[in-house]
């Protein structure tokens, strides 16, 4: 049988991560260990890191995947293996995985086989503590909002236009729509509120996003919690929360220091929502390790339309840091599905006859990864198309892929992170450090001085391949009313569905002649970007029938049993 | 000016928590560090420790309090330093701080002065977590409920007798009572919820008494969260989640390592609620401290006919361990207020009156010392009597209580720990140094084989100094339906107005010809005892009108400012 991704964790013997930090010239003093083998990174060690030349900045993104994934975290951490083994100083920057899906469907997660982040039950059970600390500010703010109302409501904020809800990191469905303030007079002024899972919290974006303490404090003062009866913003600042807001989440600005399979430095920090923010580990994180190593792989959430595109245009522009060389996942798996021939349903076993041998199916997929080559290529950056190897996939199949990614005039290896680590990934990891020392020509999709629709308008068409928007009424007046009030200058996300290129999660391949529909935009004036929301986005997880939660426990000797 | 707790604390250069670990024969693989001068204590080094025979045991208990709190926290820490001073290995046990306060009215606390636990920003911030663990095993809980609910309800819980709230650390008045499930059918069941406190979570309880990794996933297996139609308990193993529960609490689990304000060890462990639960630190931080020292000194919650009464009957019991001494902290604003001229009301200035030198009407309050100093002979623990003096006490005042003490034939001494340190609680660590090697005769006020009913009476009328018991109908039903449940060898908890002897808040001094009313009783089944509710009882706070959280913020440099 073949051993599970936490047997195989738990036979690595780990090394101590004073040694492990070393390699990024980080010394005792610049940790704050958390418990063992995981530290808090402190952050004068990035002011003195900064003195030294950056390396190079490597992002890992995808085709459009299907609801399974295709491995970009596996194949991010074999990336570093490999070029570790390569002699290369490398570093690889995560997302924290969130603890509501961990006892949900999807059980815990940071890669996969012989390509995880270790230790693999602290990074997924609370870790320092981050996601904790967003919940609270973020609820805190929660309760500063309702005890205004209560308090008779100085700064006139409109009830009915409050637009903080709560946070809590658990699949919970029936905290989606509650009614609040019920009870007695004294139990606060009843309306209707509603709670997100804590990775979608507005402050999780800002955290990932911060620069400094200091800008840290400034976006949680323009956070806006509502409007007033005349329609002007209340933010945290006017609530006199922000400062509280900045104590609470001072420690968790600090990223956290974990090793992979192989003892190659981890940053793992933030988790920022992939579908309604950046979904892309935090800016702190990357600028530690780009000026800690020769390399800095990170990872950008779904495909490349989505990750890549906010990762470049949102990210990248707060960071001020360029991208090298971008990886774009793909799997034989996948591609078959963009053939239109089969349906994966997460929960049920895959089609027996997508795992048969049949390049041509894989062919008939290869337009998407062709396109989202193509997505990365628009930002000037050089591609690696980089085979996610499993275990049933036929020879015939990879060689599809690798024909059509160098007739796409992009890099390609096949990756066997998964199954043999960083000597699974050397080919991967060559064609990086090539792709890397390209020159590059990174630009951005549109310019921040752009109307917000035309912004919104440059992604559709430019990067998704729509022909066009189609704007809602009340989306239209609150784009106007946002550049009235002074948020014209920000970029702007678009949440849509990650399994398709299109607006429509049944549409594979490239999809053509379809038009991005904008229902609703909002602003994340703390995290700064403006939202556009396209479809259905649930921001709250439900349990299904039998949750992972079940299968986790605690063994004979104390040790942690089931977590995947 | 006087410089603030705050302050003090800053002032205050740590010895390397290695060294003060040192002091109770821990060694550095015994600690797992949590960021800079605080660390978990393995469970493993209890193991190893319980080799040396223990140390002796002091309660510290008080009157009954004014709103604002006797200084027992402040006591316990200075006796410590005291004792340390005397050349005893001594260790003192608190409960953690809740977060919600902190940013309500109270601010954050640990003692004051120079008997305070350092450092004090972590202490008061998320510390290393575990109420943060305890929130979210609780709501991990609180979904698979409702998932049970909304995936056909195979184990037949009714709806309307779900008894397992949601908790949040956070002052939210607008959680109290919630409708959840609201929305489109894929969003849960409609029904009515609410949220307490995080402190007041059974889960937090159930961890404070848990006295191994094993006890504890068997009291989560026990947790009740409602009954069928035909009155048969739920239970979290019914439902498969103490198993994941137990994994999230793994890590609380084990006590906290910080120092007072003079480097002596300073466990910090757990935090349930003093009027619903024990309001006492944990059952493995006191075995920890005892095995570690000479004397362990720690804190039960309010005034000894609640606190005390608890850490007697419920924690003793559970902990098998028998307390040598305790403290009865007395101040002289109290003792005017027992007086029945005075009034303090929270939050407004204290009335001047009560600062003039008035030694007739300290000694006319005086009733409730010694009422409270034969609550604690009833157990047949001995009793030190420490007035915890503060700057505008007069000579005239302490005479009178050091003279009321020593005819109710206690120890009595006058502590200036607040003022002082260590060296002003010399005086108090002599006499807990004698009272604790007199030889004890500890009992218990019932025994566990009584009816519930015979023991909610016994503390009610042997305690409390009730004439007898009110109890509703429907109170009276659940009694004997616990009982045929087979919940009827539970110890009792009362939760009742700490602000009196009494049920009634407004009754100082020593009330008698009263009936103790008991409204509803409610089963604790995983924390392991049956509770009697008496009174109004709010298990979650609000805000006021300008909260403490207004006051904090980040400092130039990074550093927490406004804590308190």
Known sequence: MTPSDLELARRVALRPLADVAAGMGLGPDDLDPYGRDVAKVRLPALARLRERPPGKYVVVTAITPTPLGEGKTATAVGLVQGLSRRGRRAVVALRQPSLGPTFGIKGGAAGAGHSQVLPMERLNLHLTGDFHAVTAAHNLLAAVVDNHLYQGNPLGLDPARVAWRRV?????????????????????????????????????????????????????GRLVVGYTRDDQPVTAEHLG???????????????????????????????????????????????????????????AGFGADLGAERFFNVKCRVSGLTPDAAVVVATVRALKVHSGHYRITPGRPLPPALLEENPADVEAGLGNLSRQIGVVRGFGVPVVVAVNAFPGDHPSEHEVIVRAAREAGARVAVSHAVARGGEGALELAQAVEEAAHEPGDFRFTYDLSDPLLAKLGAVATR???????????????????????????????????HLSLSADPRQRGVPHGWRLPVREVRLAAGAGYVYAISGEMRTMPGLPAHPAAERVDLGEMGEIVGLF
Chains 1, 2 share one sequence.
């Open 241 to 299: 929360a922000a400062g509280a807001m900045a104590a609470l989440l001072r420690d968790a600005l600090a990223p956290n220091l974990l090793q992979t399979s192989e003892g190659t430095p981890a940053l793992v920090h933030t988790g920022p929502f992939g579908n309604i923010a950046t979904g892309s580990s935090s800016v702190l994180a990357c600028q530690l390790g780009l000026h800690g190593a020769d390399y800095l792989v990170t990872e």
């Open 463 to 497: 990067v998704y391949g729509a022909d066009g928007l189609d704007v809602s009424k009340a989306a239209l007046r609150d784009l106007r009313r946002f550049e009235a009030l002074g948020y014209g200058g920000l970029p702007v996300v678009i949440a849509k569905t």
């Open 168 to 220: 809590m990191d658990v699949n919970d469905r029936a905290l989606r729509n509650v009614v609040l303030g019920l009870g007695d007079p004294q139990d606060g002024v009843p309306r209707q509120g509603g709670f997100d899972i804590t990775a979608a919290s507005e402050v999780m974006v800002l955290l990932s996003l911060a620069t400094s303490l200091r800008d840290l404090r400034a976006r949680l």
